[in-house]
């Protein structure tokens, strides 16, 4: 069954956005930009269009959380064995885009299991999939290329990547998906905890201009940071949202185009 979208949170760069659903998949993300083509498609089709999941190998009791003036989410896990956070953030670009997610357990022993299903071109195109020990996993497909560092072994099956790693309290794991043009070299490798840091810094002090005073003031600063995330840095330009083509109500038919994202204002 569907995510109701109100059981998606927004992470971004101000350049872009991911859905993250409350089960721990990234069901929509068009990269590089807003109005790029989606690499992750389940939210308009199925798993098979797209997504990437990391969740508990046991039933869970799941709570959520934006750490208090950021974007960063945090995904609690918790299971009869244990408790563990999943957070994800995208960092502000330098040279490159990132979607960062990064496990940590708490308390007791959990097991996870990871799905990384790349379609390019809402759902349509099957990536070139290849191996490099010091790069990371690499999917091109036409112009675009994701690569994939991670600290947990990946294997291939039927056109997707997997993992399953166990973590104990006080250890985790990290996964770092990067966009690059494919005809150029591989990013190079980034330190994920810094760009956490940094990451948490930004949206920090950009709150802290926000001057408001009241009853509201969380909520209102919620919604501030969330139109952040939706606008284009690089000339100021608000989109309507982060997605496309959503029905209005669950098994209805979408109405829109999916090749285009809903803006506001040109970007």
Same mark, same amino acid.
């Given at each position: ?68 003036? =950021?974007?960063?989410?945090? +995904? /609690?896990? !918790?299971?009869?064995?244990?408790? &563990? #956070?999943?957070?994800?953030? *995208?960092? %502000? ?31 349509? =195109?099957?990536?070139?999939? +290849? /191996?490099? !020990?010091?790069?990371?996993?690499? &999917? #091109?497909?036409?112009?675009? *290329?994701? %690569? ?120």
């Amino acid at each position: 069954m569907p995510l109701r979208i109100e059981d998606y949170g927004i992470i971004g760069d101000c350049e872009t956005a991911a859905l993250v659903g409350r089960d721990g998949s990234i069901d929509w993300l068009c990269w590089p930009r807003f109005d790029s083509g989606a690499c992750f498609c389940a939210l308009l089709g199925s798993p098979e269009h797209g997504r990437w999941t990391i969740a508990p190998t046991s039933p869970a009791r799941i709570t959520r959380r934006y750490r208090p003036d =950021t974007l960063i989410l945090e +995904t /609690r896990f !918790e299971t009869d064995s244990g408790v &563990a #956070v999943l957070v994800d953030f *995208m960092p %502000l670009r330098r040279t490159h885009p990132h979607l960062i997610r990064m496990i940590t357990a708490e308390q007791g022993h959990i097991s996870f299991a990871t799905e990384l299903v790349i379609r390019f071109g809402y759902g349509e =195109t099957v990536p070139w999939v +290849t /191996r490099n !020990e010091n790069a990371g996993l690499r &999917a #091109v497909a036409g112009p675009d *290329m994701l %690569l994939l560092r991670s600290s947990v072994a990946l294997r291939g099956k039927n056109l997707k990547t997997f993992g399953e790693f166990a973590l104990s309290a006080g250890e985790s794991a990290s996964f770092v998906l990067t966009y690059s043009p494919s005809h150029l070299p591989d990013p190079a490798a980034v330190d994920a905890s810094k760009l956490m840091e940094e990451t948490d810094q930004f949206w920090r002090q950009w709150s802290s201009t926000c001057n408001i005073t009241g009853s509201w003031t969380e909520p209102v600063k919620r919604s501030l940071i969330t139109l952040k995330a939706l606008t284009y840095a690089p000339t100021g330009g608000l989109v309507a949202a982060a997605t496309t083509s959503l029905p209005e109500q669950l098994a209805a038919h979408a109405t829109g185009t999916i090749g285009t994202a809903g803006c506001a204002t040109p970007l």
